[in-house]
């Protein structure tokens, strides 16, 4: 089980994803499991998926765990993050994204 606010996974833009998951197997041996035509996900020392959607990241996102997303939310908060996506759902659980002071977005997520 994942702890809370530790680097859990990581999205990155996915482009044309078949050209995206031809190189990385051939580079470097990875594997994928597909969710749908615009997203590939892969377990490569660190969890982790390719988001090919036109209005998807186009920077890598990296994304926390929470136990309690709710509580996790009013943390960053309190700690001075901007909400950006409130909570909403997807596949495999539930999560939000904020910008850090620095303007970096993240997200946390939770199975609940």
Known sequence: MPEDGKLN??????GRLDEVKTFYGAAFGWT??????EYAAFNEGMDGGFDAQSDAIRTPLPVLYAH????MLAKVEAAGGTIVKPIFEFPGGRRFHFRDPAGNELAVWSET
Do not use: R
Request: no cysteine; glycine share 12%; net charge negative.
């Open 9 to 14: 996974y990581i999205e990155l833009p996915g």
């Open 32 to 37: 994928f499991q597909d969710y749908g035509p």
């Open 68 to 71: 309690d997303l709710k509580a």
